[in-house]
């Protein structure tokens, strides 16, 4: 065992994520060998102990003679010693035939997040959760079985113990009705271990006290994707029953001095928009066309995640800024039987469907009552469901009524996930708004329409009509994705790491 000489620490570590080595001063050394890293993450995670050489050259030439092991052992310790300058040289211990790690001369991440996570207070907690910035040693390739198999029981050991800080910490926080302090941990939870239905309802509960509706059913269909792909299961009763109680809670009023209406969990974006300035000024234009009475209907596609969203928010506050109405709707992988469902949600949280009742021609609120009860006369039977050629009717003049109250953004997410009678009201009111001051925009991951004939030809057909549009998003380039992450790491991080993890991203 080594001495712990009361030393100020020379060398910090950071293995929980990336690998990071830095001086006392905060100054960044690097290694010009990968084993040296992997070496030293070893020895790291055994501070104060002192291991024999044929155990670290079994380790990382296990494949290879011992002489030529040993040999290449002896090299990687020399390249250490060079890659280590002034006080941090003496951290590296060599002593006959074992080598370790002097630990009050190394301040290791790993050793803090155990220590802090073994405290159990939500402070310790915290800086524990702050400390787990990924997998230990993320992105490091040294393929030897021997140090594979170590680095695999290691990451799910450590794993195991961030998801336990992780849900002792939301725990906490939810206890104590700390709303916003726990969605972000609840999310850290779910990045870990996305099976954990119990932490699936309870975000959809915070989300509720939030009053975002929206991301709370989001949530669920969240759970029901993964729960059937990853484990063939349908959710608990509990998670069913807060489902229904979530449907037909009231959506939240919007605030009335606003005239921005948000359906869904629009809201002010985190992440920065970068790039994109082409279709920024394209979704700009038709807005602006469509509010001077030249109605289109726009699809905006692109691979999951590569930013449709970010791009639509970009044009609600457009739209809100402009004194625009704003309907949203989605579709959902679980509910492609529920006709018109995306446009059902947008009218519902748009909260439209109260004034129909007043203002709209009786026969057209009839024909509406087959999707909102609430529309049908006590007395009279639903129209027979095979008319939907007076449904759509009935809707496009529900959403002239509107065009002729504000200006009007209707947003329709995931169109690849849409029932077929949502798709073809598109192509409906796609030849009955030309002349109204309304903006239709749709978004479709490309991966999803290989599958999807119907989506095809509707896209098609919008093709053909003269006030349609569309644009496919592609990557970022080198140059916006430096600054996209350069916008996102926190304010005192050194050039050189952001640098690195640009280029990794």
């Given at each position: 065992?080594l001495?712990?000489?009361?030393?100020m620490?020379a060398?910090?570590?950071?293995l929980?994520?990336t690998?990071?080595a830095?001086?006392?001063?905060?100054?960044a050394?690097?290694?010009?060998?990968?084993?040296?890293?992997a070496?030293?993450?070893f020895?790291?995670l055994?501070p104060?102990?002192?291991?024999a050489?044929?155990?670290?050259?079994?380790?990382?030439?296990g494949?290879?003679?011992?002489?030529r092991?040993?040999?290449?052992l002896r090299?990687?310790?020399?390249a250490l010693r060079q890659?280590l300058p002034?006080?941090?040289?003496?951290?590296l211990?060599?002593?006959?035939?074992?080598?370790?790690?002097?630990?009050?001369a190394?301040?290791?991440?790993?050793?803090?997040?155990?220590?802090?996570?073994?405290?159990g207070?939500?402070?310790?907690?915290?800086?524990a959760?702050?400390?787990?910035?990924?997998?230990?040693?993320?992105?490091?390739?040294?393929?030897?079985?021997?140090?594979?198999?170590?680095l695999?029981?290691?990451?799910?050991r450590?794993?195991?113990?961030?998801?336990e800080?992780?849900?002792?910490?939301?725990g906490?926080?939810t206890r104590?009705?700390?709303?916003d302090?726990?969605v972000p941990?609840?999310l850290?939870l779910?990045?870990?271990d996305p099976?954990?239905e119990?932490?699936?309802?309870?975000?959809?509960?915070l989300?509720?006290r939030?009053?975002?509706?929206?991301?709370?059913?989001?949530?669920?269909?969240?759970c029901v994707a993964i729960?059937?792909r990853e484990?063939g299961?349908?959710?608990?009763?509990?998670?069913?029953?807060?489902y229904r109680?979530?449907l037909q809670?009231?959506?939240?009023?919007?605030?009335a001095?606003?005239?921005?209406?948000?359906?869904?969990?629009?809201?002010?974006?985190a992440?920065p928009?970068?790039?994109r300035?082409?279709?920024?000024?394209?979704l700009?234009?038709?807005?602006?066309?469509?509010?001077k009475?030249?109605?289109?209907?726009g699809i905006?596609?692109g691979?999951?995640?590569?930013g449709?969203?970010?791009?639509?928010?970009?044009?609600?506050?457009e739209?809100?800024?402009a004194?625009?109405?704003v309907?949203?709707?989605?579709?959902?992988?679980?509910?492609q039987?529920?006709?018109?469902g995306?446009w059902?949600?947008?009218l519902?949280?748009g909260?439209?469907?109260?004034g129909?009742?007043?203002d709209?021609d009786?026969?057209?609120?009839?024909?509406l009552?087959?999707?909102f009860p609430?529309l049908?006369?006590?007395?009279r039977?639903?129209?027979?469901?095979e008319?939907?050629?007076r449904?759509?009717?009935?809707?496009a003049?529900?959403?002239?009524?509107?065009?002729s109250q504000h200006t009007?953004l209707?947003?329709?997410?995931d169109?690849?996930?849409?029932d077929?009678?949502?798709?073809?009201?598109?192509?409906?009111?796609?030849?009955?708004?030309a002349?109204?001051?309304?903006l239709?925009?749709?978004?479709?991951?490309?991966?999803?329409?290989l599958?999807?004939?119907?989506?095809?030809?509707?896209?098609?057909?919008l093709?053909?009509?003269?006030r349609?549009f569309?644009?496919?998003?592609?990557?970022?380039?080198?140059a916006?994705?430096?600054t996209?992450?350069q916008?996102?790491i926190?304010?005192g991080?050194d050039?050189a790491?952001?640098?690195?993890?640009a280029?990794?991203?």
């Open positions: 065992m001495e712990s000489p009361d030393i620490a060398l910090h570590l950071a929980l994520g690998f990071e830095r001086l006392a001063s905060g100054r050394i690097s290694f010009s060998r990968k084993k040296a890293e070496l030293l993450a020895l790291a055994h104060g102990q002192m291991q050489r044929d155990t670290l050259a079994a380790l990382l030439w494949d290879t003679p011992d002489e092991a040993r040999h290449s090299q990687v310790l020399v890659g002034g006080d941090a040289v003496a951290s211990v060599e002593e006959g035939d074992k080598v370790g790690l002097q630990p009050a190394v301040q290791v991440d790993v050793v803090s997040f155990e220590q802090l996570a073994a405290d207070t939500p402070e310790g907690l915290e800086r959760a702050a400390l787990y910035r990924g997998d230990l040693l993320e992105g490091i390739a040294v393929a030897e079985p021997g140090f594979e198999e170590w695999r029981a290691e990451r799910e450590l794993r195991e113990l961030a998801v800080t992780l849900a002792k910490l939301l906490h926080h104590l009705g700390a709303v302090q726990a941990i609840g850290r779910l990045a870990l099976e954990q119990a932490v699936h309802r309870t975000l959809m509960r989300y509720a939030q009053g975002r509706r929206g991301a709370a059913l989001r949530q669920y269909q969240t729960l059937e484990l299961l349908e959710p608990e009763a509990e998670t069913r029953q807060l109680e979530l809670a009231p959506p939240p009023v919007a605030h001095a606003h005239p921005l209406r948000r359906a869904g969990n629009l809201t002010a974006p992440a928009l970068v790039g300035a082409v279709e920024v000024a394209m700009r234009e038709r807005l602006a066309e469509a509010w009475n030249h109605g289109a209907i905006i596609q691979e999951a995640g590569i449709k969203t970010r791009l639509i928010d970009s044009l609600v506050d739209a809100g800024d004194g625009g109405h309907l949203l709707g989605r579709g959902y992988e679980s509910e039987v529920l006709p018109l995306p059902v949600n947008a519902r949280a909260e439209v469907v109260p129909l009742i007043e709209l009786a026969t057209w609120r009839a024909e009552g087959r999707l609430e049908r006369a006590p007395d039977e639903p129209p027979a469901p008319d939907y050629v449904l759509f009717e009935a809707m003049r529900a959403v002239q009524h509107l065009a009007l209707i947003v329709l997410e169109l690849h996930w849409a077929d009678m949502t798709l073809r009201l598109l192509v409906f009111l796609g030849r009955r708004i002349d109204l001051p309304v239709v925009i749709g978004t479709v991951r490309v991966e999803e329409m599958d999807a004939p119907i989506l095809r030809r509707t896209l098609t057909q093709g053909h009509q003269p349609s569309s644009a496919t998003l592609g990557p970022l380039s080198h916006e994705t430096m996209f992450v916008a996102l926190r304010t991080t050039e790491t952001m640098q690195r993890l280029e990794r991203v």
